[in-house]
C-alpha cells in the first residue's frame, strides 16, 4: 500500500513539474533549457545573473509546482488506498 501512495506522489509530482515549467519556464520569451532550471549558479556572478534574467523565479516556480504535485499526489495515493481497504 505505501509503494503505490509514493507512486501516486512521484506520478503527480512529475506531472506537476511538467505543467510548472510550461506555465513558468519562459524566460524573455523563450523556454529555458531543463539542463539550465535544474543545476544552480555555480559561482557568486552566475546567481546574479540568473537572479537578473529571472531564471531563479522560473527554477523556484517549476519546483513548487512539482512539490505541490507531489504532496497532491501523495494525499491521492492515500484516499484511493484508504478506500479499497
Known amino acids: 500500500m505505501a509503494g503505490r501512495i ?3 506522489g ?3 509530482g512529475v506531472a506537476g513539474l511538467v505543467v510548472g515549467y510550461l ?3 519562459r524566460v524573455a520569451g523563450e523556454y529555458v533549457s531543463i539542463g539550465e532550471l535544474l543545476q544552480g549558479p555555480r559561482n ?3 546567481d546574479l545573473a540568473e537572479s537578473i ?3 531563479q523565479y522560473a ?3 517549476v519546483l513548487i509546482s512539482g512539490a505541490v504535485g507531489a504532496a497532491v499526489g ?3 495515493g492515500a484516499l484511493l488506498g484508504r478506500r479499497r481497504a
Do not use: C, Q, S
Request: no cysteine; glycine share 10%.
Open 59 to 61: 527554477r523556484r516556480n
Open 23 to 25: 506555465i513558468f519556464g
Open 53 to 55: 534574467t529571472g531564471i
Open 6 to 8: 509514493i507512486l501516486w
Open 74 to 76: 501523495l494525499v491521492v
Open 44 to 46: 557568486v556572478l552566475e
Open 10 to 12: 512521484v506520478i503527480i
